[in-house]
């Protein structure tokens, strides 16, 4: 006679729970990834954004310092410009004093003498004490002792050193920004490798995606805290 197996209650409640359990941990571990592939999303996104407003302020930095530089050395140009044309000046009457001289009209040497700049004036009485008419060893001239001193030169030379300044300001500015625009290379590599692991349905190869795309977000992110703010 055959018996039939009587299943008790609890052992078919049992073995229906193991076989429903069993099917979530592989979703669970899916949700888990597509989890960290959001997140990497969503940080890569914001590390985007920021750089690219860094870069922009950069560039706004790079333009405003050449547009200086550029100003600072007109200026720098025409204060040279005024010092030649003062040179020039301070050559004609100093001429003009030496052939009256030499033609003994001491009244139009004095007339040229009362007209001499100011800046002028030490650098001919250095020359005149160096009794320049019987001394062969005399400096040839006024304009080249050593006491004269152009304020519109100086003034010249300051401005393009100031020019020189800024211009390596700008190029800095420019390398900057440049930098920046670099980080974003990391940033859109992590958005492809992130994206593209939401296809993948082997989850070796999604996690391998995934840790390509933590180990470029890791490398922009610090790559961008090297960098100076704008």
Known sequence: ??????????ELTEKHETAEAAPDRPERGERMLELGAILLL??????????GYQAARWSGEQSQHYARASTTRIKALNASTRAGQLRLDDLNYFNGWLDARQAGN???????????RPEFVPAFRAWI???????PRAIPGPLYMPQYRSADLARSKRLDAAADELYKEGTQAKTN????????????AVLFFAGISLRLDWRPLRIIVLGIALALLLGGVG????????
């Open 1 to 10: 006679m055959a018996h039939g197996h009587v299943h008790v209650p609890h």
């Open 177 to 188: 920004d440049d930098r920046y625009i670099l980080s974003t290379v990391f940033f859109a």
């Open 223 to 230: 790559f961008v805290l090297t960098l100076p703010l704008a």
């Open 42 to 51: 969503s940080l890569t996104t914001l590390a985007t954004a920021w750089s």
């Open 106 to 116: 001491t009244q139009l040497a004095a007339i040229y003498r009362r007209r001499f």
């Open 129 to 135: 004490a160096q009794r320049p008419f019987t001394n």
